[in-house]
């Protein structure tokens, strides 16, 4: 069973940079499909982005792309999200998750809110963008 915790939230200046972290214990994620999924207060969930560490194919949300970038590094067991140029309705918590089966995007969005068919979730990290 994974574990996973993310970090690297926090309080940002519009346009400014953060990157997330979601480390996992317990298990390797190799072959595991890992997303990153955000909540605005009062909103539903919804997907930012997805890395497969079978073979590296990423997935992004038309709202993030050219501004966000997925990366893993299966040596720290550790996936990433570098977030750029962030605007204030980048303004939320956000949640990494990760599935053992080679969940497609089609599959993820049939299952949709709140799990998308992802089997383990981390608690969360707030990003506050703001002036």
């Known amino acids: 069973q994974v574990q996973l915790v993310e970090s690297g939230g926090g309080l940002v200046q519009p346009g400014g940079s953060l990157r997330l972290f979601c480390a996992a214990s317990?298990?390797?994620?190799?072959?595991?499909?890992i997303g990153w999924f955000r909540q605005a207060l009062g909103k539903e969930r919804e997907v930012v982005s997805s890395i497969s560490t079978r073979d590296g194919s990423t997935y992004y949300a038309d709202a993030v792309k050219g501004r966000f970038t997925i990366s893993r590094d299966n040596a720290k067991n550790t996936v990433y999200l570098q977030m750029n140029i962030l605007k204030t309705v980048n303004t939320a918590v956000y949640y990494c998750a990760a599935d053992p089966s080679d969940i497609s995007m089609s599959t993820m969005f049939e299952w949709g809110p709140p799990h998308y068919g992802m089997d383990y979730w981390g608690p969360g990290s707030l990003v506050t963008v703001s002036s």
């Open positions: 317990g298990s390797t994620l190799d072959y595991y499909v």
